[in-house]
């Protein structure tokens, strides 16, 4: 045992050694290089008084990463996530300037600007040191993930390692569909996946969405149990005359809000839970990157601690910093590649874009990811994570592109580090990997047809229509979360326009579905009412071949679904498999009856048309990969799970809804954990979150 402690100290030892000599060599480089930066006096020094400079700033720069970074890093997370991520390189060129300082004699010395090159260089040569030496050492990495965590254990006062019920990692891969998920794994794209698949290890089913197929719906009913009253990913409030938005952070918490309200339950984090990079917090009590709580002030702004785990380590700062840039490259080379090959379908993707995705492939992943595996060293009963750069690139390349493949190869990878790191935690983690929705392939309906849905709309009601179809925005929970990241209160869209002119009709695109509601009449409009004050609008809506079908209420027959030629069915005599909603296929007719019970429907629903022979449909956003309503693998995602966990349903049975695979994964956390406690009252919009963060997350039966 003795023997095996000195063998252990001496190789760290070693290490340290190593890493110290290898940025010694790497600071003497920089100094040849940098016209800038010097290791000697004015009049010159020996190649041994050089070499004993630059080991001592090597050295003096090492200890100060190690002692002072983590106290800086912390004290600094009241400013925004982005702009403290370029800070970092202001940062540790400051704390190169102060080891120069400390070297004897003055002998070293830098401009602000080269310390910055030198400290982020150093960091990464570091980091990559560190990191090859533990992979010469065929424990190392072993060794120092179970050190962490007995140490771990040992403040907790838990028992023997790995001891007691297991723990839960439910990780989302946003947007990623039940097929390409298959059609990955088959490929050897997602080698994790493959082998869980092939060692039978885990199982692999479909599930199929509401009719609003998007992340705010989906992501609701699965953590909060109710995704009631979301017909969409932006929808029209007449009595408040709000555009509600699901990746805002307003209508986000009160989404959440609501959801609380009906269920009287916190959601399925509540019980010693962590919510990573999600719209929603699921009641969880530790938080990062959680939409629905950055719209809080005062001590919601602690959500973004989960930033400190990542960034307290200047290398991963670095490695983060030098990843973002080579995507922004990657995806400005991949749009210029599609371009001079003049692909179809096709969107423009410059401006921010390319950012937005640096963003969401791997910062985003790289935190959250990070974060995941601090939480199972923690030992926490449940964590919730959503990974959102295969959607992100899906929308501008396209679900089936080489692009969006690339980064299913790295989000496997991510899976790989996130199983490999479980192997070592203080308990056994069972990990459950599931999307929220899937997408559809196609172009959009306005390079189909040269307007927009906005324009076709206004054109039925008989009001002027611009001579260029404008472009619509497109809905994006990565740009949302980037915007928040920066401290900018996220874009209003819709409301100055229907704010302006209160007789125009407020028209939203959520992927293929469209809602059009009008302000000036009260109440959900009926189809009599439409004939009257709009009589072309209904026709020239149903029968463009761009649509596939309408949800009206009509006064004398119940709500109606129209179509082509003249096709109306009541849709309380609808069934899957005749009329407009036939090549939808199964489900269809009954996800469109349980929105039309909605309190926020829209006056008019517009699905696009699906072509069953390509899987494709038109986004009324610019969008060629989409999802948001029904047509093709947006409508169904999937759900992998350990073999030794029970069966989602029952044999020959489908899972349908959010809210049944919410059901789904509260049982499986209630065996190991036992029930949660429910609210015995819904709480307000601000009480019921400050509550969930004020005390230790949970929502407590009251009384």
């Known amino acids: 045992m003795g023997d095996g402690r000195w063998r252990t100290a001496g190789n760290a030892l070693m290490r340290v050694v190593v890493v110290w000599a290898v940025s010694t060599l790497t600071m003497l480089v920089l100094a040849g290089l940098l016209p800038d930066f010097q290791l000697q006096s004015d009049d010159g020094d020996s190649i041994t008084k050089i070499a004993f400079t630059a080991a001592w700033g090597a050295g003096a720069f090492g200890l100060l990463s190690a002692l002072v970074w983590p106290v800086l890093v912390r004290a600094l997370l009241i400013v925004p996530a982005l702009v403290l991520g370029m800070l970092v390189f202001f940062l540790n060129g400051s704390l190169l300037l102060v080891a120069l300082r400390l070297i004897p004699d003055g002998r070293g010395a830098a401009n602000p600007e080269t310390a910055v090159v030198v400290a982020a260089a150093m960091s990464a040569v570091a980091s990559a040191t560190s990191t090859a030496l533990a992979v010469r050492d065929d424990n190392a990495y072993r060794r120092r993930l179970s050190r962490l965590a007995d140490r771990r254990r040992r403040r907790s006062g838990a028992g023997s390692r790995r001891s007691g019920p297991p723990g839960t990692v439910f990780i989302q891969l946003d947007g990623v569909g039940h097929d390409v998920l298959a059609r990955a794994a088959?490929?050897?794209?997602?080698?994790?996946?493959?082998?869980?698949?092939?060692?039978?290890?885990?199982?692999?089913?479909?599930?199929?969405?509401?009719?609003?197929?998007?992340?705010?719906?989906?992501?609701?009913?699965?953590?909060?149990?109710?995704?009631?009253d979301v017909p969409a990913f932006r929808w029209y409030e007449k009595e408040t005359g709000e555009v509600m938005v699901s990746s805002r952070p307003a209508s986000a918490i009160e989404l959440q809000r609501r959801a609380i309200a009906r269920t009287h339950d916190g959601g399925l984090l509540t019980l010693d839970g962590a919510s990573r990079g999600n719209l929603f917090s699921g009641g969880a009590d530790q938080l990062a990157l959680v939409l629905s709580m950055a719209a809080r002030l005062g001590k919601g702004r602690?959500?973004?601690?989960?930033?400190?785990?990542?960034?307290?380590?200047?290398?991963?700062?670095?490695?983060?910093?030098?990843?973002?840039?080579?995507?922004?490259?990657?995806?400005?080379?991949?749009?210029?590649?599609?371009?001079?090959?003049?692909?179809?379908?096709?969107?423009?993707?410059?401006?921010?874009?390319?950012?937005?995705?640096?963003?969401a492939t791997v910062v985003e992943r790289d935190v959250v990811v990070t974060a995941v595996i601090g939480d199972m060293f923690a030992g926490r009963t449940a964590v919730y994570a959503d990974l959102v750069a295969y959607d992100e690139v899906a929308h501008h390349s396209g679900p089936n592109s080489r692009d969006a493949q690339k980064v299913l190869a790295r989000l496997d990878r991510s899976l790989a580090l996130i199983v490999k790191s479980a192997e070592h935690t203080p308990r056994r983690y069972?990990?459950?990997?599931?999307?929220?929705?899937?997408?559809?392939?196609?172009?959009?309906?306005?390079?189909?047809?040269?307007?927009?849905?906005?324009?076709?709309?206004?054109?039925?009601?008989?009001?002027?229509?611009?001579?260029?179809?404008?472009?619509?925005?497109?809905?994006?929970?990565?740009?949302?979360?980037?915007?928040?990241?920066?401290?900018?209160?996220?874009?209003?869209?819709?409301?100055?326009?229907?704010?302006?002119?209160?007789?125009?009709?407020?028209?939203?695109?959520?992927?293929?579905?469209?809602?059009?509601?009008?302000?000036?009449?009260?109440?959900?409009?009926?189809?009599?009412?439409?004939?009257?004050?709009?009589?072309?609008?209904?026709?020239?809506?149903?029968?463009?071949?761009?649509?596939?079908?309408?949800?009206?209420?009509?006064?004398?027959?119940?709500?109606?679904?129209?179509?082509?030629?003249?096709?109306?069915?009541?849709?309380?005599?609808?069934?899957?498999?005749?009329?407009?909603?036939?090549?939808?296929?199964?489900?269809?007719?009954?996800?469109?009856?349980?929105?039309?019970?909605?309190?926020?429907?829209?006056?008019?629903?517009?699905?696009?048309?699906?072509?069953?022979?390509?899987?494709?449909?038109?986004?009324?956003?610019?969008?060629?990969?989409?999802?948001?309503?029904?047509?093709?693998?947006?409508?169904?995602?999937?759900?992998?799970?350990?073999?030794?966990?029970?069966?989602?349903?029952?044999?020959?049975?489908?899972?349908?809804?959010?809210?049944?695979?919410?059901?789904?994964?509260?049982?499986?956390?209630?065996?190991?954990?036992?029930?949660?406690?429910?609210?015995?009252?819904?709480?307000?919009?601000?009480?019921?979150?400050?509550?969930?963060?004020?005390?230790?997350?949970?929502?407590?039966?009251?009384?």
Request: hydrophobic share 35%.
């Open 186 to 228: 088959a490929s050897g794209l997602m080698p994790t996946v493959a082998h869980w698949l092939a060692e039978e290890s885990h199982r692999l089913t479909p599930w199929r969405t509401d009719w609003s197929s998007q992340t705010g719906a989906s992501q609701l009913g699965i953590l909060h149990g109710s995704n009631h």
């Open 302 to 359: 602690r959500s973004r601690a989960g930033y400190f785990a990542y960034f307290a380590d200047p290398a991963n700062a670095v490695r983060t910093a030098l990843s973002f840039a080579a995507e922004v490259c990657r995806e400005i080379g991949q749009s210029t590649r599609a371009r001079i090959r003049k692909d179809t379908p096709r969107i423009k993707r410059g401006g921010l874009y390319p950012f937005i995705r640096a963003f």
């Open 430 to 703: 069972r990990i459950v990997l599931l999307s929220d929705h899937g997408q559809s392939p196609g172009e959009t309906f306005a390079g189909a047809y040269g307007l927009t849905l906005k324009d076709l709309v206004r054109a039925g009601c008989g009001l002027p229509v611009p001579r260029r179809a404008q472009r619509t925005r497109s809905g994006s929970e990565a740009r949302d979360a980037v915007r928040i990241a920066l401290h900018r209160r996220p874009a209003e869209e819709g409301e100055a326009e229907h704010r302006a002119k209160p007789s125009d009709p407020v028209v939203l695109a959520s992927g293929n579905l469209g809602l059009i509601s009008f302000p000036d009449i009260e109440g959900r409009a009926s189809r009599e009412q439409l004939d009257r004050s709009r009589p072309a609008l209904l026709g020239t809506l149903a029968n463009h071949p761009g649509i596939g079908f309408l949800l009206v209420r009509s006064e004398r027959h119940g709500s109606l679904v129209l179509g082509r030629d003249g096709a109306e069915i009541p849709l309380s005599e609808l069934t899957d498999g005749e009329g407009p909603l036939a090549p939808f296929g199964p489900g269809a007719a009954a996800a469109v009856r349980r929105t039309d019970t909605f309190p926020h429907v829209a006056d008019i629903m517009v699905n696009s048309m699906y072509d069953r022979s390509t899987g494709g449909v038109h986004a009324f956003e610019e969008q060629i990969g989409s999802h948001g309503g029904l047509g093709g693998e947006q409508s169904r995602p999937f759900l992998l799970w350990p073999a030794d966990l029970p069966a989602p349903v029952g044999q020959g049975e489908e899972l349908v809804g959010a809210e049944q695979v919410h059901a789904v994964l509260r049982r499986w956390l209630r065996e190991s954990t036992g029930p949660q406690i429910p609210l015995a009252v819904p709480t307000s919009a601000a009480g019921g979150a400050d509550e969930a963060d004020d005390t230790d997350g949970t929502f407590r039966a009251a009384g």
